[in-house]
């Protein structure tokens, strides 16, 4: 199977046999959600001597090659920490600069997002964002409602922590209206009303640019996540980069508190190896 995307004007074009990544991986095996901290936008810019928001535009390349192959490859979710709660700090010709490439990027994509049968879902404080972007945004998200193929999550004015007070504010009305029982709240009802509801933990969390940290990024949902930290900064990050990650996943055990004998049984029981 030959994939060969052209892509817009100044979009990289993707010319490799996709046989050739999955040749590498186990596709059994593949993570079902993989997240990223895409960072490093800013130092790839500031290296080659130019402005910070030259660095997010090329970051949007990243973006779109890390997405058609998480496509192609048939990972079910890909969630980008595009922007976060912290993010509106910024000098505000920064921010403004990313609100317009974030806006036209989606409006830009939208087609061929939905010709690979890629649906986009917003979370984050989304009424933050200013008016043309968040009409940018719905647009992307109407027009790709019905597509069954990857879930792409972008993280917009997101922050972990602003969604955990955000459900513990939803948690505390249930219980005043006599939905909940304080004492009954369970792990599902906090994960119905987290942002990501109805979407799985992410199984793998990238992040690019060398910190080795999460930056409030999914804190609940990445509780049993295996992290993967790249030096590569996000412009850099291409297929290759993408797929040395989900091998390196593929290495790791998932134990998730049991022990690795018990994996192991667990496995030859249901015939996974
Ligand atoms: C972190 O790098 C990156 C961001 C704050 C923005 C990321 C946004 C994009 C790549 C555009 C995304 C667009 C869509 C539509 C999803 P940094 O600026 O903190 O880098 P630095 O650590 O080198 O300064």
């Known amino acids: 199977m030959t994939i060969v995307r052209t892509g817009l004007k100044n979009d990289i074009k993707m010319t490799k046999n996709i046989d050739h990544y999955i040749k590498r991986l186990d596709m059994d095996r593949l993570p079902a959600h993989v997240a990223i901290i895409m960072d490093g936008n800013g130092r790839w810019a500031r290296q080659r001597m130019r402005e910070r928001t030259e660095g997010h535009s090329e970051g949007v390349h990243s973006v779109n090659r890390i997405t058609r192959l998480a496509s192609d490859l048939g990972v079910k979710y ?32 939208t087609p061929e997002l939905k010709a690979n049968n890629v649906h986009i879902r917003l979370l984050g404080d989304i009424d933050r964002l200013p008016e043309e972007v968040r009409a940018d945004l719905q647009h992307g998200v109407d027009e790709t409602a019905g597509c069954t193929g990857l879930t792409l999550g972008l ?119």
């Not at 890909?78 to 910024?90: D, M």
């Not at 910190?211 to 295996?226: M, P």
Request: hydrophobic content about 40%.
């Open 78 to 109: 890909l969630t980008l920490y595009a922007f976060s709660t912290e993010n509106w700090h910024r000098p505000t010709e920064e921010v403004d600069a990313l609100m317009r490439l974030i806006g036209w990027t989606i409006r830009k994509e």
């Open 155 to 273: 993280c917009l004015s997101y922050s972990a922590r602003w969604e955990l007070t955000m459900t513990v504010r939803k948690l505390a009305e249930a219980v005043l209206n006599g939905e909940i029982a304080a004492a009954a709240i369970s792990e599902k009802d906090i994960e119905d009303r987290l942002v990501t509801s109805g979407i799985p933990d992410p199984d793998l969390l990238i992040r690019t640019g060398g910190e080795q940290r999460i930056s409030n990024f999914l804190l609940w949902q990445a509780a049993y996540s295996e992290l993967y930290f790249s030096p590569v900064l996000w412009p850099d990050f291409d297929e290759e980069c993408f797929v040395s990650a989900l091998e390196e996943y593929q290495k790791r055990e998932r134990r998730f508190g049991k022990t690795g004998d018990q994996v192991k049984t667990e496995q030859q029981a249901s015939g996974e190896i």
